[in-house]
């Protein structure tokens, strides 16, 4: 089953450019990541937000959590050509296993 | 740290055959996750191991999948008989705990003709 959906499900914006990416999700969590994937490779975590933080930083990054509205958004500022990649967000329910949405795709113009 | 080790990274094989996927975690973590990828359903999760006990299996499609983890260092997936539609990109994962950050292998793009 899936939990978390993310928003755009694609992405286009030119290099220097901020990115959003938005994930909403259905049920109670104890934590939401974030985790990109260059093609054809595995997915890396980026960041991991607690159902008790509102915003996290990890340097260009920057994670929020609004669990009231069962919402998180990753931001990327000052995009590069290497950020293009696939990014999802993972949520935590307390059962120990994580349930990955089907991504954003992400893509830097030079 | 070498990183979750997948192999092979490519298998090509006829329906009907039986196919073998290995992983071997990070040293120390306990618990293991295998994946599936494809673009109509995504990253879905077969099955997970903490300490090497198999702890939900409900991910797994159906009994033609078998997983084994019979050490902390070492965990096999078996599809037999495989057929075309169980084509796709399988991943393990490893971290400390479930629930953690996890640390994905590079995968095994699996083709079954």
């Known amino acids: 089953s899936q939990q978390g959906e993310e928003d755009p499900q694609a992405l286009s914006i030119q290099e220097g450019e901020n990115a959003t990416m938005n994930c909403s999700y259905k049920?109670?969590?104890?934590?939401l990541q974030w985790y990109r994937q260059n093609s054809g490779r595995g997915l890396v975590h980026l960041i991991l937000?607690?159902?008790?933080?509102r915003e996290k930083h990890s340097g260009r990054l920057r994670v929020t959590l609004d669990t009231s509205k069962k919402s998180s958004s990753l931001l990327i500022t000052a995009s590069r050509a290497a950020d293009t990649a696939s990014y999802f967000c993972a949520t935590e329910e307390g059962d120990d296993k994580i349930i990955f949405g089907k991504g954003t795709r992400l893509h830097i113009l030079p | 740290d070498a990183g979750v080790i997948q192999s092979p990274r490519h298998e090509v094989t006829e329906m009907g055959q039986e196919v073998t996927l290995r992983c071997k975690p990070i040293s120390g973590h306990n618990s293991l996750f295998w994946y599936r990828q494809t673009m109509m359903r995504g990253l879905e999760l077969l099955i997970y191991f903490n300490n090497n006990v198999p702890i939900d299996d409900s991910g797994m499609p159906e009994d033609r999948f078998s997983a084994k983890m019979p050490n902390a260092s070492f965990s096999t997936l078996k599809i037999q008989p495989s057929e075309p539609r169980d084509s796709a990109v399988y991943f393990c994962a490893s971290s400390l705990y479930g629930g953690q950050p996890q640390h994905f292998g590079d995968g095994t793009r699996l083709s079954i003709l």
């Open positions: 049920t109670s969590i104890n934590n």
């Open positions: 937000i607690r159902s008790n933080e």
